[in-house]
Each structure stands twice: as structure tokens, then as C-alpha cells.
């Protein structure tokens, strides 16, 4: 029987990695659509007929045809569909909800920016890497606070919201950022590392297409 989810993305994205691993922690098989996006692939017709933004990730459900954007967006989907990772009551799915929007508001965005220009994907004068990587640091300061005293940024369980913040934090390094700094971050993250389906990104992205084990 062909597995339940496709991925469609790229073995650099970060938010590909986020759904990837998202899967991988539910325990969900998926195949794996390999997107070029060195040669474009993500603004030709036939991706963009599923993916209204030409971005990757784009998750397909073919248990209900359903074609899924944005990777918080598809967290919270699988976090439905599986009942796994989604918070233990409404208090909790709201703040999932909300550390899923600041990350990418304040975090993501600056410290993915920093890692493309860093790996030469793209160009940015240095005073500008230098402001991403100044305000990536804020908010792993954010988190640092956060997290001191608690295991999990919600509730007494890893959610959707873990998943999500890993899927940038793991690329401090490549970002320009020692993650040392932040010793209640650093802790953290090993929890995710240590959780069952836990991979990491090289693992779970080829740079090609791949169908589910
Ligand atoms: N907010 C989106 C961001 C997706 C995103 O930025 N994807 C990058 C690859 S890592 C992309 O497709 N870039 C091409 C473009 O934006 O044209 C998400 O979380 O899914």
C-alpha cells in the first residue's frame, strides 16, 4: 500500500525539514518528491498548480487528495490528523498556535536568512547578515527565558511547537550562531534529538526523490 503522505521539497529547506520531521516523530511513512529548486522547479507550473506560493514544503494527504502549504500550517494538519503533538487542551493549541507564528515572525526568518547568505545560496551585503543575526540572537533569548524551569515551550509534553522551533534552532551553526550561548535552548534541543523517530535533516532529505521505506 503506497504511503499515506508525499512530501514535496528541498534537502536545504528548513521548513521541508520541519514537516519531515514532524512525520518522522508520528511515525508516519511518506514519499519524498525531490523539487529542484536550483533549476526552478518550484515556480513551474505544475508545482505551483499545488503550491499557490512556489515554495516548498507542499504535503499531499492522498487519503483526502488534500494539497498542503506552509509548514506551521501542515504541523497543525498532521497534528489533527494523527491526535499526536497538538497540545493537551485548548490553552495549550493556542499556544502552540502563537509560538508557531512568532517563530516564524522572529526567529526563522533572520537566522534562515543569515544560513542561505552564509552557504552563498543568496546574497546580502554583511551589515545585513549581521542585523538577521543580531535579532536571531533576541530571540533565542526569548527562548533561553522561556525555558528555564520547563522541559517543553508548552505544557508537560513535546508539541507541534517544539517541532517547529527545533526545525530552525538545529540550524544555528550554519546560521553563524553558537548555540553554546544558550545552555536552556541547547538543553532542549537534545530532548528533541532524543525523542523516538527523532532525525536528523541529512537523514531525512535527499537530494533526490525517495519512496516511503
Ligand atoms: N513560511 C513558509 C516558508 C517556506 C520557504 O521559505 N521555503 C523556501 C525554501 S526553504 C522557498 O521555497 N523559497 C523560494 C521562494 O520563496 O521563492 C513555510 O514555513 O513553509
Not at 536571531?136 to 517543553?152: D, F, I, P
Not at 553563524?176 to 532524543?194: F, H, L, M, N, T
Request: glycine fraction near 8%; aromatic fraction near 10%.
Amino acid at each position: 500500500m503506497p504511503a499515506r503522505f508525499e512530501l514535496h521539497g528541498f534537502g536545504y529547506s528548513g521548513p521541508t525539514y520541519k514537516v519531515a520531521l514532524a512525520l518522522s516523530l508520528m511515525g508516519e511513512p511518506f514519499d519524498y518528491v525531490h523539487v529542484n529548486m536550483m533549476e526552478g522547479d518550484h515556480k513551474q507550473p505544475p508545482h505551483l498548480s499545488r503550491q499557490r506560493y512556489g515554495q516548498v514544503p507542499l504535503l499531499v494527504d492522498r487519503n483526502s487528495g488534500r494539497h498542503l502549504c506552509q509548514s506551521a500550517a501542515i504541523l497543525e494538519y498532521l497534528a489533527d490528523m494523527t491526535g499526536r503533538f497538538g497540545g493537551a487542551n485548548l490553552d495549550e493549541r493556542l499556544q502552540v498556535r502563537e509560538w508557531m507564528y512568532w517563530d516564524f515572525d522572529r526567529l526563522a526568518a533572520p537566522l534562515y536568512k543569515a544560513r542561505v547568505v552564509k552557504a552563498g545560496f543568496r546574497q546580502a551585503p554583511p551589515e545585513v547578515v549581521e542585523d538577521c543575526i543580531m535579532a536571531a540572537k533576541n530571540a533565542l533569548g526569548v527562548l533561553e527565558r522561556h525555558l528555564a524551569g520547563r522541559a517543553w515551550l508548552v505544557g508537560e509534553g513535546v508539541t507541534i511547537a517544539d517541532i517547529d522551533v527545533y526545525g530552525v534552532v538545529a540550524f544555528a551553526g550554519e546560521a553563524g550562531i553558537d548555540a553554546a550561548e544558550y545552555p536552556q535552548v541547547s538543553a532542549w534541543a537534545k530532548r528533541v534529538e532524543a525523542l523516538s523517530g527523532f532525525r536528523a535533516r541529512a537523514d531525512l532529505l535527499p537530494m533526490e526523490s525517495r519512496a516511503a521505506a
